[in-house]
């Protein structure tokens, strides 16, 4: 089994719950019985989706995440409350999904786990009986590695993001032509900033300002790294931000759902700034502890040691005590 593998179940039991991913019956049978090769073979592994009971499956060739995806093999169980037909639903969704974000040499799980909950929410969304409409507006994330459930169109891909830089917000995913009038230039940031956190010579650090409009995040960010000649300096900057509107123009890929004639709009993306996959999971954070009409950044400094998924709760707890002193969560 590659470092990449063991380093990403690590992560994703960390994120969600110890038994998101776990060794089937066979897999751990055949362990036991094996040498120290069995790091080179290849495993099953039981998915369980943490907010759905359901779980899958999962073959780990011994070339992945190198040159071959993960393969979604069957339904492992599915909860006594789960619709008939839902199950095969997500093996055969979880299997498009697999096919659209695995790329050569970049673990994907994360990614998979998220965008299945996602549009299976969005799903259950469409056919119940919500409140209001809903229009979920994603930007074009820096790179898989970030969280971004985007439709089901095809030929819908992320573009590459960059602080300070032109992004894919620029050019809608449907190939519109965005509108040509000029934004007024925004409020200038107020922000707020943790204590600077050191791991193993590694220094982390949070900031966060309220945010009202996904145009506005750019120049906040490029406003904040030319405010402070250090923060220019940290290996990654990495950000997500999460906004509730309700005003329906947009140049973003949207999904909509209308009812009773009322309609709300969320717009979220992040950016992993070289940290990959960072980013999604700093959007998750945002959604975890339900902030909304916040930008969030998370620098790190790296101090020559490699932390592996402890990077990851690292971020995680020092962007939480940004929100809070920013006063967007409790």
Known sequence: MSEDLLNEISALNSIYTTETLIPSSSSATASSSTTSSISSESQEYILTLPSHSISLSVFFPSTYPATSPPNIQ?????GSEVPKGAGHHALNLARSIVAEIWREGEVCLFDLVEELESKLKLEEDDGGDGIGAV????????????????????????????????????????????????????PPPTWSSTTPLTIQKSIFQAHT??????SHVE?????????????????????????????????FHTMEKENQGRKEIIYQDSSSDGETAAGGRLLHLLQVTDAWDVLVVVSRWYGGVKLGPERFRIIGRVAREGLVAGGFVK
Request: hydrophobic share 25%; glycine share 8%; charged share 20%.
């Open 135 to 186: 229009v979920l507006v994603e930007g074009e994330g820096e790179e898989r590695g970030d969280i971004s459930m985007t439709s089901s169109k095809a030929g819908t891909r992320p573009q590459t993001r960059e602080h300070g830089k032109a992004s894919g917000h620029d050019t809608p995913s449907d190939g519109r032509t965005p509108s040509s009038t000029t934004n007024p230039p925004p």
């Open 219 to 251: 120049p906040y960010i490029t406003a904040l790294l030319s405010a402070n000649k250090s923060l220019q300096k940290a290996t990654h900057n990495i950000s997500a931000y999460r906004i509730r509107a309700t005003t329906s123009t947009s140049t």
């Open 74 to 78: 069957a339904i492992h169980s599915v």
């Open 209 to 214: 300002t309220r945010l009202t409009s996904p």
